[in-house]
């Protein structure tokens, strides 16, 4: 089993930037995709972005013209670049594996200031 670990959270400004990486403990190419997700207080987990094997992409509304999501096979690591950050952008981060199985790991928690 491939385990998934999150982190580069933190406290930032609203306008500023984050990178998260999700780094796996394996072989991350055993997933046919990859997503980050996120989950505020008091709200549902919502996905916020995915990235397949071959490295196609999609966004949520929200993400859309301020995230990226890339990869890096060699390295095992998947990547968040977040710009542009809003204090709604406030949430534990997770990457875990596309659909989801029911399996998440700690998250990293950001937290965006006004």
């Known amino acids: 089993q491939v385990q998934l670990v999150e982190s580069g959270g933190g406290l930032v400004q609203a306008g500023g930037s984050l990178r998260l990486t999700c780094a796996a403990y394996?072989?991350?190419?055993?997933?046919?995709?990859i997503a980050w997700y996120r989950q505020a207080p008091g709200k549902q987990r919502e996905l916020v972005a995915t990235?397949?094997?071959?490295?196609?992409?999609t966004y949520a509304d929200s993400a859309k013209d301020r995230f990226t999501i890339s990869r890096d096979n060699i390295q095992n690591t998947v990547y968040l670049q977040m710009n542009s950050l809003r204090p709604e952008d406030t949430a534990v981060y997770y990457c875990?594996?596309?659909?989801?199985?029911?399996?998440w790991g700690q998250g990293t928690q950001v937290s965006i200031s006004s």
């Open positions: 394996g072989n991350i190419n055993i997933f046919v995709a």
């Open positions: 990235i397949t094997r071959g490295g196609s992409t």
């Open positions: 875990a594996e596309y659909p989801n199985r029911g399996s």
